[in-house]
């Protein structure tokens, strides 16, 4: 899969949908219209891979970076291990689960950067937690 550029600095929740939208597309790429080549690019013979969804839709089969503390939370460590070890869909299952876990994790560590009125983007009395939406609406009907 080629690569372009796979910097991302999201600055709002919208631009984190974005990027957490982006990366899930190119995992599901890599899942099911190029499942072959993923298939072959995480050989057992090789290091402990990860599979990277990037920020652009694309995505790639790679070690881990290099960087301590990594940019952002690493994927799932050795992918390519089990490969041959399992049944072809159970590996690709497994796969998808570790990469939902790890697209929630970078989503939350993006998150975790804004300031209150950046998550939400609004002032805090125009809010309504899900809870009191909830609360008020069942007592309405008591």
Known sequence: ME???ISSAPRTVEEIFKD??????GIVRALTHDVDEFYAQCDPEKENLCLYGH???SWEVNLPAEEVPPELPEPALGINFARDGMNRRDWLSLIAVH???WLLSVAFYLGARLNRNERYGFDSNQRVTLFCRLSRKYEQEV
């Not at 957490?20 to 597309?25: E, F, G, K, T």
């Open 3 to 5: 690569v372009g550029p």
């Open 20 to 25: 957490y939208s982006s990366r899930r597309a």
């Open 55 to 57: 920020p652009n839709d």
């Open 99 to 101: 990469s939902d876990s």
